[in-house]
């Protein structure tokens, strides 16, 4: 579908300028992976955000997703695989689907998403991100899960009803993970093969298999825009949250210290003002 503001993350800065732009009377969808992944959600208790003392985060983010909803903000569950500028829009690939938005507003929270070795030499070989969009090419085949976020035991499950054979390796077995699928526990992790994926290199022993699928909470902020700068795995922003692609505005974690609510909070309305009035810019 198409929208004004696409706005990549759940958290207080992309629902807070999703109610930005919904108040400036723009078409606004947020897509986030799931909320149990955002690190405000396993705060138990925020002492310093005005007006909400000793409040749990998962109520601060439940109260702050309801509010963006019932302004009328669309809502995807998922994770954005790229983000591709063309003709004055931007084209959001989420799963096997495609959104399209006139703004983008990032508010990915801090990316940590440092690349398994073997990763970067395999993909599009054998290593995949998305289960929707590749889990038919491995019908019938032998596969491990690396599972990084809160949703992966759902796509776990998901391939497995495909028909492909499962292992879902992590550094302890979620609750969430099917009984039948078998489980590897491991922190060091590898990805090996010579042309194509062969095996997953766990704590030193391999499973074998013919692709990995690893589940994150988000990618690599250059692998999700291409050109977009960043200094020392924080996105550059300017003073309206503006980044170094026109049409791109950045807020919350992902922009830098101090990683507080109140400083997402305020971040994510300016970049919601500035998208607003970038869309109307392109319009007239």
């Not at 955002?38 to 985060?57: C, S």
């Not at 990618?219 to 300017?238: C, H, N, Q, S």
């Not at 026109?246 to 507080?260: E, I, K, R, Y």
């Amino acid at each position: 579908m198409s929208y004004d503001i696409a706005v990549v993350g759940g958290g207080p800065a992309g629902l807070s300028a999703a109610v930005q732009g919904l108040t400036r009377g723009k078409s606004v969808v947020v897509i986030s992976s799931d909320l149990r992944d955002n690190a405000l959600y396993k705060a138990r208790r925020v002492d310093n955000y005005l007006g909400f003392p000793q409040a749990e985060g998962a109520q601060l983010l439940t109260r702050f997703r309801e509010h963006a909803e019932a302004m009328g903000a669309a809502w995807i569950s998922g994770r954005v695989l790229n983000i591709m500028p063309a003709g004055g829009r931007f084209y959001l690939g989420v799963g096997s689907d495609m959104e399209e938005a006139g703004a983008v507003v990032l508010a990915t929270g801090v990316v940590q998403a440092a690349r398994l070795p073997g990763e970067a030499e395999h993909l599009g070989r054998g290593v995949s991100y998305c289960a929707t969009c590749d889990g038919m090419l491995y019908r019938n085949r032998p596969v491990v899960v690396v599972g990084k976020s809160a949703h992966a035991p759902e796509e776990a499950a998901y391939l497995q009803g495909l028909g492909c054979r499962v292992t879902y390796a992590a550094a302890r077995r979620p609750e969430e993970l099917p009984p039948d699928i078998p489980f590897v526990k491991a922190g060091r992790l590898e990805i090996v093969g010579e042309d194509q994926v062969c095996a997953l290199r766990a704590d030193g022993e391999e499973v074998p298999c013919d692709g990995v699928f690893i589940l994150r909470p988000t990618m690599a902020l250059t692998d999700l825009l291409p050109g977009l700068e960043t200094e020392e795995g924080r996105i550059v922003v300017d003073r309206s949250m503006a980044t170094s692609i026109p049409g791109v505005f950045a807020a919350g974690d992902c922009t830098g210290l101090p990683h507080q609510v109140s400083k997402a909070v305020g971040e994510g309305q300016v970049a919601g003002h500035r998208a607003s009035e970038y869309v109307d810019r392109q319009t007239v």
